[in-house]
């Protein structure tokens, strides 16, 4: 595809996403960020992609060199993304490269922050912590709520919060990918390209594996509880919300199993999907069904 008005537009979109990173939309706008980096790139030549590019990094320089950092960080990932496209790449390794190519970047800049910018994220996170629950600090609000927040229990949530730093991360790059992807396929196949489909949810199903790297958090856990060091506990209080994320993920293919399989309403399977992240236990269900042939027993009794 050469230069059009389309083309034209998804350049314009990408330079207003990159211009409210220092606004407060950036709350939302970042998790879309590259998507017109993707679409560009999947529906271009390299050189006509360029060229598309052109004119927004001088739009950026113009307004704030900063901007062109921004630009690039986000850049990265939506090559990936498109490359993949390109190749005609399964959805999975497609989600794997644009969330792999965003974690690998994020924390090239907090190494470059720290090394060459003296960027302490500990501190940093230890202060918006403080500005963010200063109200729970002060006297007259004690008094009124009844309840009395000491610097301990302060001190303790930006510990607690540093601590999950690498769980933030990769969930983040993950959730990146999977929205500009369910946004991006449609648009690139009503564009004449045939990119390829994440599988029905129905058939969504983790790596039996899974379950052993579930023991090998609880024995983590353990040493965590009982060792003085941050290691451990580093380790386990990431590695835990993974898995049990696995489990969730399992939990919700085995109920869009279960209403294609009961023919139930459409309906229910995603009111059941979104229940799985606010009802704990409901990742049991994922638990078993990765451990036991679950769907193939439901499928048999069935017949």
């Known amino acids: 595809m050469k230069f059009s008005f389309k083309t034209a537009v998804w350049s314009a979109a990408m330079l207003l996403l990159l211009l409210s990173l220092l606004t407060p939309l950036s709350v939302l706008s970042i998790f879309f960020m590259i998507i017109p980096g993707v679409i560009l790139y ?8 360029i060229w598309h590019l052109l004119p927004v990094a001088i739009v950026l320089l113009v307004v704030h060199p900063i901007y062109l ?11 990936a993304m498109g490359n993949a496209y390109k190749k005609q790449k399964s959805a999975l390794f497609t989600l794997m490269a644009g969330g792999g190519t965003m974690l690998a970047e994020y924390l090239l800049l907090l190494l ?6 003296q960027f302490d994220l500990s501190t940093y996170i230890k202060d918006v912590v403080q500005l963010t629950i200063e109200p729970l600090t002060n006297s007259s609000s004690q008094m009124i709520n009844g309840f009395v927040w000491t610097p301990e229990m302060t001190e303790d949530v930006a510990k607690q919060t540093q601590l999950m730093i690498p769980f933030a991360l990769v969930v983040t790059s993950m959730v990146m990918a999977f929205i500009t992807h369910v946004i991006a396929r449609p648009i690139l196949s009503v564009m004449g390209m045939n990119v390829p489909k994440l599988p029905p949810a129905r058939e969504w199903r983790m ?4 379950i052993w ?8 856990e353990v040493i965590s509880r009982q060792s003085d060091g941050t290691y451990w506990k580093m380790i386990a209080m990431n590695m835990s919300p993974l898995i049990n994320l696995g489990f969730m993920i399992q939990a919700i293919g085995f109920f869009f199993f279960l209403s294609h399989l009961k023919r139930w309403n459409p309906v229910i399977p995603y009111l059941l999907g979104a229940a799985v992240f606010f009802i704990g236990p409901l990742r049991i269900v994922g638990i078993i069904d990765l451990a036991f042939p679950l769907r ?3 499928s048999k009794s069935k017949r």
């Open 69 to 79: 950092l921004f630009m690039l960080v986000f850049i990265l990932p939506a090559i």
């Open 42 to 49: 999947a529906s271009l030549s390299v050189k006509s992609f």
């Open 213 to 220: 790297y579930y023991f090998l958090a609880l024995i983590i």
């Open 207 to 210: 790596p039996r594996s899974l």
């Open 296 to 298: 193939e027993a439901i």
């Open 112 to 117: 470059i922050g720290s090394l060459i910018f």
